[in-house]
């Protein structure tokens, strides 16, 4: 009898405990703010990540709850600005994210940079580094497992920058 109380006090417990740890899912009301930093990139046709370590630069974003966001480039040690919005995948999507983020750059910041003659021996076939996306835009998406990625638009072919907190 003393028996099946133990055994009925452990299964309890094990429930209990089991209820009360915290649920670190990603969903689309997992904040994105705070800031994340490039780790590497990889490509659409092989899943092997090139590390940030072998990289010669490397970028970040700074995203806040008011839906600004700041990027940096540490090659070109420059800033851009901007807002973002958040969209969320319809239901019916067949997609691998929880949600996107587009960014929109401050034009004026946009441009003066990318008309820059050279900054730090990067010119304009190098802006693809600092701005990869299109029409003022880039577009991230949230992982499940927790990282963003911007694969830029039309670039289908090149490097995914994969961003983790």
Known sequence: MMMKYSVF??????????ACQEDNSITTETSVEGQWELQGFRSNWIDDMISVDEMDYSDSYTFRADGTFTKFNTVLGSELSGTFEEIIPDIGDNVNHVKNLRLSFNPDELENLLNAEDVSGWN?????????GSNETEELSLHPDGT????GFAWRDGPI?????
């Open 148 to 151: 963003l990625s911007n694969a």
């Open 124 to 132: 304009q076939e190098h802006q693809f580094h600092v701005f990869y």
């Open 161 to 165: 920058y994969i961003y983790k907190k």
């Open 9 to 18: 006090a452990g299964l309890i417990a094990v429930i209990l405990f089991s």
